[in-house]
């Protein structure tokens, strides 16, 4: 399975909103005045765009007004506007990695989309809500999302634009759990459709798919040619954020072709393009990766240049893989150039928030940055302790699956007492009822047999009476 990187994960959040990322070249100054001026539902699109437009360039920013459209429209009691104000609050936090502040969010636009039955409001947020899946690793469940997106879209009619992106959200799923070969086959079909609508953005993201997939398969050339037939759908269209995704990917490739040179020019192609956007993360992950490409080149000067520009950014963002990469590049390049102290303070630094990392992150993502990182002798030892760890993992199983079957017996056993308790309470309470009804049928039959010999008396009495006066009578005829 593959592991989601920092900039996979942004890549992954491009790929799959790519109709909600192309940045319109704004004023955002402007923007931030007019909103002063407005009120009412104007000032809530004003304030949702501001949340939109900054979320890459002052995110902080970005929240405080994301947060005051939520109010607003709250104040306005305008569900409508509540909705989007949830949502486009919730794709900032997405954005910036907050995956579950962007999910409370997006369910509580949810709850106000459905009761509005706005079936189209409620598909875009599944689809956001499949990347959260799909980031978290949470595939069945990112899949459960975007089948859900399909069946709103075929409710609706026959949305092929739709239907083509849906295509494209699958392929990158698949290509996350492994199946790129599955992968490239609906990303086929995506192709496809966006041919037939001659839609130059889908067409472009089918090919930086196609880019993405045959990297993941080693196939490092073909990628590239993917990428570089991909470029110019994006410039067709001036969509700069694309443009810088697409360059900046190049250049990693370059990196794993050890192509240091090339992929230093491409890094500063995609330098040029955030700047433009006031991409702040972009620009400060940019700067990272020049770093390590000029430590590469044993060019300390470079290298601390661009890391030192990165730190305050990564530092404000608090994007801690980038900080740890941005401090082994300071301590590297200051080793380099000889200040000792210096590369052992940010080394220090370096450990700690590996340290914190370490507390966060997965098993797995801390074995892989053990092996990263460590010396070979460290890594023995590694092995070593895993291996230990591993027999003490066993015969722990092997205890535990002991006390679940001594448990289970003592829980049968109780059972079964019960039973036999209850069986002997009820056998007891039946013995009780029957010896009552044998006294009741006891005392009735007394009854009965008193009964009997009382009319016997009386028929006896009446009997006697009969004979006497037969007897007069005929005395009476003689």
Known sequence: MI???????????????????????????????????????????LLNDLCWYLGASAPHKAEKYGKEAVALSKELKNDSLLAQSLNDLGTLFLRIGEYDKAQH???????????????????????KMAVIQEIKSNYPQALEMNLKVLKIYESVGNDTLAIATLYGNISVILANIGQVKNAIKYNDKALK?????????????????????????NELDTSLIYYQKALPYFEKINNLNSIAVIINNMASIYDRKNQVDSSIYYYKQAL????????????????????????????????????????????????????????????????????????????????????????????????????KYESEVKEKE????????????????????????????????????LILINRFVLIKRQKTVIEKQKDIVEEKQKEILDSIRYAKRIQDALLTSQGYIERNLKRLRN
């Open 193 to 217: 459709l966006s041919q037939f609508l001659n839609n130059d953005q889908l067409f472009g993201t089918t090919l930086v798919n196609y880019a993405n997939f045959y990297g993941k398969l």
């Open 272 to 371: 040029e393009i955030r700047y433009q956007l006031q991409d702040k993360k972009g620009v400060m992950s940019t700067k990272s990766n020049l770093g390590l490409m000029y430590l590469r080149k044993e060019n300390p000067d470079l290298a601390l240049q661009y890391a030192t520009e990165a730190l305050p950014i990564s530092l404000e963002l608090e994007t801690k893989e980038y900080t740890k990469t941005i401090y082994s590049i300071l301590a590297s390049g200051n080793y380099l150039k000889g200040n000792v102290n210096q590369a052992y303070t940010y080394q220090v630094k370096y450990t700690e928030l590996l340290e914190v990392i370490f507390n966060e992150e997965t098993s797995k993502q801390v074995a892989e940055m053990s092996e």
């Open 3 to 45: 592991v989601l990187t920092g900039r996979m994960k942004k890549i992954l959040i491009f790929l799959i909103l790519w109709s909600s990322v192309g940045y319109a070249q704004i004023n955002l100054d402007s923007l931030e005045h007019a909103v002063t001026t407005k009120k009412g539902k104007e000032k809530v699109v």
């Open 382 to 417: 590694i092995a070593i302790l895993q291996k230990d760890k591993q027999l003490q993992q066993l015969e722990v199983g092997r205890l535990k699956t002991i006390r679940n079957i001594v448990i289970v017996g003592i829980i049968l056993i109780l059972l079964f007492s």
């Open 105 to 127: 969010h997006y369910d509580q636009a949810i709850a106000i989309r459905e009761s509005l039955k706005d079936s189209m409001g409620l598909a875009a947020l599944y689809s």
